[in-house]
């Protein structure tokens, strides 16, 4: 799971609650403490060497956990996803990374991707909490409709876990 470098500051309890997310799913979550910024911010503006020095560096703090097999990088903000996905194509003409970059694009997901194979492990834990809200606000970002193509698999599956999704 990428930490990242905006959301720990913007919105630091996605990340905490992916986490739980996860843990109730029976899914190990696994933090390259020496990953950072997945280099979008620099890449979009304008300092694309500064950019690719970050996707490398991640590069670089996830391949140990690739090669002990970890099944998915999970992105849980979409514009990280949109930039780790492009890692492949971005580092293609890097002869020491493009292979690795291109794994990287490989695996990773966005936490949306998980979803159908987490709603049958969830849906039952959800039904035993009454108390749990179950109308919740969703604004799907640009980034993962349009960048990952990733367009209503939320929505679908929140309902499907028993949630009234307000768009």
Known sequence: LLEGCVQP???PGIHTATVRVLDAAGIQTVVAPKAGCCG??????????GGMAEMRANIDAWWPHIESGVEAIVMNASGCGVTVK???HI????????AKAARISELTRDLSELLPALVPVLKPKLAQQPDAKKVIGFHPPCTLQHGQQLKGGVEQHLAALGFTVQV
């Open 9 to 11: 500051a913007m919105m």
């Open 40 to 49: 979008a911010v620099k890449f979009h503006l304008n300092d694309q060497d």
């Open 86 to 88: 492009e890692y492949g």
């Open 91 to 98: 580092l293609q003409h890097d002869t020491a990374y493009a």
